[in-house]
């Protein structure tokens, strides 16, 4: 089976400019969710989607958007993209149930590596 | 103040050496995550542990509850070892905040 998959897997942007970064979960993961990992930090949480519904936002500003198709693959949207926000962008997947989502394992995407310049 | 902290951030050792990898939290958790990164940034997860003590070839993850600490070993270590352990915790609270991670901890085994 295929791991999670995301693209691109690099992309260079400049500042005021916005961006979408894909990911594709593990065939039967429900759940989603979205990380930042500037170099030299560990990642930090963005988002979490299970059954296309947002079910945990992280302490990124409204520019960061997200959603859930059908097909349980995500887009992470950022709009007037910041120096700042060059980082690795991470997303996980995992197998899930309505009501307990977040106790099952999360499986790691590859990441994309965001640059503005 | 990061609620996850790793110790040590570096770690250097020579081929065979048993390591000890530590984590410490502050918030009351529902799981604790163990995780390995590699230059180039992929993650793979090793171990999510809630109680007690977990073991995959050679590396063993355990973890306290009330002491709020985790440690994870790596037995009869190897170059292919090297690479970022990362330590994340999701809250007693359920799965909106996601998982907080630690800054890692940088290893490095010499042949």
């Known amino acids: 089976d295929a791991g999670v998959t995301q693209s691109p897997t690099h992309l260079i942007k400049t500042r005021g400019q916005h961006v979408t970064l894909r990911c594709s979960p593990i065939s039967g993961h429900k759940s989603v969710s979205w990380y930042q990992q500037v170099l030299g930090q560990g990642p930090q949480f963005i988002f979490q989607y299970y059954e296309k519904e947002e079910r945990g936002r992280g302490n990124f500003p409204d520019r960061f958007s997200a959603r859930q198709f059908p097909n349980y693959s995500s887009e992470l949207n950022v709009n007037a993209l910041l120096l700042g926000d060059s980082a690795l962008y991470l997303c996980a997947s995992s197998f899930s149930d309505r009501d307990y989502y977040w106790i099952y394992e999360q499986y790691f995407g590859p990441g994309t590596r965001l640059t503005v310049t | 103040k990061n609620e996850v902290e790793q110790s040590p951030q570096n770690l250097t050792a020579q081929e065979g050496e048993f390591i000890t990898i530590n984590c410490s939290y502050s918030?009351?958790?529902?799981?604790l995550h163990w995780l390995q990164q590699h230059p180039g940034g992929g993650i793979v997860s090793l171990f999510m542990l809630s109680s007690g003590k977990k073991k995959h070839g050679r590396l063993i993850a355990t973890i306290n509850i009330q002491e709020k600490h985790s440690s994870l070993h790596i037995t009869a270590s190897h170059p292919r070892d090297s690479a970022v352990y990362i330590c994340a915790v999701r809250g007693s609270g359920g799965g909106a905040d996601g998982l907080t991670f630690g800054k890692g901890t940088h290893l490095i085994i010499q042949p």
């Open positions: 918030v009351g958790i529902s799981a």
